[in-house]
């Protein structure tokens, strides 16, 4: 956790709502400026999905709809040249 800092503030961010041993759920909370980043799945979300605009949001909807596909491409992919992941 020394690594993740606030987006907005910089500030070290605490995690909140989840034991320590695991950071699957919870959220990660700034005491300095009060942001709070909902953790889903072990994955902090710094930015919700409305605040992109312009080219961001764009290419936030491609990436998405190519993601359902990628895990089973990577698979087969590395699989071919005989590598895991």
């Known amino acids: 956790m020394d690594i993740v800092a606030c987006p907005a503030c910089h500030n070290e961010l605490t995690l909140t709502g989840a034991p320590s041993s695991t950071i699957q759920t919870g959220s990660l909370g700034c005491p300095r400026c009060g942001h709070d980043y909902p953790i889903a799945a072990g994955i ?3 930015i919700q999905p409305e605040e992109l605009n312009g080219f961001n949001r764009r290419f936030s909807r491609v990436y998405d709809w190519f993601s359902w596909g990628y895990r089973a491409f990577s698979k087969i992919a590395f699989a071919y040249i005989g ?3």
Do not use: A, S, T, V
């Open 83 to 85: 590598m895991d992941e």
């Open 44 to 46: 902090p979300h710094f």
